[in-house]
């Protein structure tokens, strides 16, 4: 239980997060089938990682910083959605497919996986420099996933206030494929060593150019519906930007001291984290566990390491 002190905080969190993205709008039912494990299950590192709000949302966010560098990626965003005018939507319905393929029963999954491919394969068209880019390509899906997942882990890391070992990054990027490779991807980094030899091989096709700068532009003016907008979007965008890898911030010419007010945003969030786990017990990771009969605590520890790894 809360104590009397972080009650009206966790409150306060709570309608916030609310308020941003409220319940029920993507019309998963995350308590039905009873004893389905969905796509990943209990076991699985990919229902702790994504069952922590403060280090999904950053990780989010870091990860849109890392896609809007890739210019066929940026394309399919700049030329098929209305990210200027409802930015807040696309966060809300990524947030759905995220959560639903991590919680949902395997057969809710299934539909969302299919419902995302069936949309992917009418956006296409070419980029500012005349290369074709099409949503259901292989390698734009791969960069989509690594960003997503390379982002995802540092945010767990940095901000759950759980540790995370070795084997277990390793088993979170191995799970990946099992929603990446649905969509259509190809190359599925499966443990921290790939993830870095695949960085390293997607950086010269990388770019921050105009486009790329009007889209964190917009990213950093987005308008959350809820009260002090302005102070959690910067709380919540510097701490993503302070997951972000050397070479991406250099790409996106962060200075020393825009660096030095990321990892303050860093330091604050990782100090409210605690209040968000309060707050928000009842979560798709903790109806999950409780669809199989397993207490939403497990999310909070490891399940035993592989014998390999001692």
């Keep these: 239980m809360p104590r009397p002190l972080t009650a009206p905080l966790a409150a306060a969190l709570r309608h916030w997060v609310l308020g941003v993205f409220p319940r029920g709008a993507s019309g998963i039912d995350y308590d039905a089938p009873p004893g389905d494990p969905g796509l990943f299950g209990p076991d699985s590192a990919t229902w702790r990682v994504h069952a922590d709000f403060p280090g999904m949302l950053a990780g989010g966010l870091c990860a849109l910083m890392l896609q ?3 210019p066929q990626v940026l394309a399919g ?20 497919f995220v959560a639903g393929t991590s919680f949902a029963g395997t057969a809710q999954a299934d539909r969302l996986i299919g419902r995302v491919r069936a949309i992917h394969a009418h956006v296409r068209g070419t980029t500012a420099d005349g290369l074709l880019y099409a949503a259901d390509d292989p390698a734009l ?34 799970e990946g494929d099992r929603v990446a490779a649905a969509l259509g991807a190809v190359e599925i980094p499966a443990d921290r060593a790939a993830m870095a030899a695949y960085f390293d091989a997607m950086r010269p096709a990388l770019r921050y150019d105009d486009r790329a700068r009007e889209v964190l532009e917009v990213l950093a003016q987005i308008r959350l519906p809820v009260p002090g907008a302005a102070l959690s979007r910067g709380l919540f965008l510097g701490a993503g930007a302070a997951l972000l890898p050397p070479w991406a911030e250099r790409m996106l010419g962060i200075t020393t ?14 100090g409210l984290a605690p209040l968000f786990h309060i707050a928000l017990p009842d979560g798709a990771g903790a109806r999950a566990c409780r669809r199989v009969g397993m207490s939403p605590s497990i999310l909070r520890t490891w399940p035993q390491a592989p014998t390999s790894d001692g």
């Design 257 to 270: 001291l825009q660096r030095a007010r990321h990892r303050a945003c860093a330091r604050a969030l990782r």
């Design 141 to 174: 899906l791969s960069w989509v996933h690594a960003s997503e997942a390379y982002a995802f882990l540092q945010g767990f890391r940095a901000y759950s206030g759980v540790e995370t070992p070795a084997w277990a990054q390793d088993r979170y990027y191995a």
């Design 68 to 70: 809007a560098l890739h």
């Design 77 to 96: 965003v700049w030329d098929h959605s209305d990210f200027r005018n409802d930015l807040v939507g696309r966060l809300r319905r990524t947030t759905g």
